[in-house]
């Protein structure tokens, strides 16, 4: 069985930094597509950024120039960078993962647990 692991929330100020990783544990072959996706008091999930294998990347317009994504294909993780963080990227953040083939078998999609970013002063 595939599962996403989450780290690196947590509170930060306004113009702060935090970064982001997901693992995907089990013996896994390739993942198509690696994302992120958060969630704010609210508010429907929405896309943040996400990246394929072969490194070409997706952002969401309101993290472009502030967000990068990146993804260690032999690690099974992906990074978020977050920089210049705004009260308004405060959100439960959600690893996403497309297209997982593992030895268990085939996966459409897999979402991890979550981690809250709060972003406040």
């Known amino acids: 069985q595939v599962q996403l692991v989450e780290s690196g929330g947590g509170l930060v100020q306004p113009g702060g930094s935090l970064r982001l990783s997901c693992v995907a544990s089990?013996?896994?072959?390739?993942?198509?597509?690696m994302g992120w996706y958060r969630q704010a008091p609210g508010k429907e999930r929405e896309l943040v950024a996400d990246?394929?294998?072969?490194?070409?990347?997706n952002y969401a317009d309101s993290v472009k120039g502030r967000f990068t994504i990146s993804r260690d294909n032999a690690k099974n993780t992906v990074y978020l960078q977050m920089n210049s963080l705004e009260p308004e990227d405060t959100a439960v953040y959600y690893c996403?993962?497309?297209?997982?083939?593992?030895?268990?078998?085939?996966?459409?999609?897999?979402w991890g647990q979550g981690t809250l970013v709060t972003v406040s002063s």
């Open positions: 990246i394929t294998r072969g490194g070409s990347t």
């Open positions: 089990g013996t896994i072959f390739s993942i198509n597509v």
């Open positions: 996403n993962a497309k297209r997982i083939l593992a030895r268990t078998g085939t996966y459409p999609e897999v």
